[in-house]
DNA sequence: GACTGATCATAA
DNA sequence: TTATGATCAGTC
């Protein structure tokens, strides 16, 4: 699939894949259906990519750098509210003094986000779960001055060296959570004193009841 | 049953 | 190791 040149484009695309099984576009594709997502946890995410052109590959960036949209997919339940939380990035533990807000890693990727809802519950097999239709989706002011208060709150725990102190609880539509391979993953963070230490990576993920809204928001307005 | 910490695969 | 794509699953 080549690159989308136009975000009605990218759009038309999306609306093109709605309502299909996993299995079906996985097969257009000439794509295998894992048995689950277990070991293949980033399986629908990639599969959605590739059928609208996202150009694979592992670059910190936008996935549509030209059209400034980022691609989630997120699974939802029989009533369209999110089973998971929304991984946005890497949380930056050194060399963050001076980037503020506005020129956060995070906000550049919820500048514009096309949500691609999908089935999501265990129960239903991997292949057979439907793809929904897609929501074109910009932070409100609203959305914007909550999302930048979390950041602020938790990047101050980061610049101040109290890594240690995070944990999930923190923040009301944002959150930091262990993101690497497993418990051992290690990268640079700073102390209280300024010192460079080994910690956990962490990332920013959204919370279920902020996308929960953006998907709520789409239904009213359709 | 929800939540948070833990985990899986792959590329460069 | 960092970055992409995320979901798993034990514990509360």
Do not use: C
Not at 64 to 71: K, M, R, S, T, V
Not at 102 to 111: N, P
């Amino acid at each position: 699939m080549t690159v989308p040149h136009s975000e009605q484009e990218l759009l038309d695309r999306a609306k093109a894949i709605a309502g299909l099984k996993l299995a079906e576009l996985a097969q257009s594709l000439k794509l295998n259906v894992p048995p689950d997502l277990k070991r293949d946890k980033g399986w629908v995410g990639t599969l959605i990519e590739r059928a609208l052109g996202a150009d694979a590959g592992s670059k910190p960036e936008q996935d549509f750098p030209h059209l400034g949209i980022e691609l989630k997919t997120i699974p939802i339940n029989g009533e369209g509210y999110p089973l998971e939380t929304t991984f946005v990035s890497l949380a930056p533990l050194i060399r963050n003094s001076g980037i503020d807000w506005r020129h956060s890693h995070l906000r550049a990727k919820l500048s514009k986000v096309l949500w691609i809802p999908v089935q999501g519950e265990r129960s239903i097999p991997l292949g057979e779960r439907y793809i929904g239709s897609p929501i074109l989706w910009q932070p409100d002011p609203l959305q914007e001055a909550q999302l930048q208060r979390d950041w602020e709150e938790l990047m101050d725990y980061i610049v101040l060296g109290k890594v240690g102190q995070i944990h999930a609880g923190i923040g009301e539509v944002l959150q930091l959570r262990p993101k690497g391979a497993n418990r051992r993953a290690r990268t640079k963070a700073v102390d209280e004193r300024g010192r460079i230490i080994d910690a956990l990576p962490l990332g920013f993920y959204l919370r279920k009841n902020f996308t929960a809204r953006i998907l709520q928001n789409f239904l009213q307005n359709r």
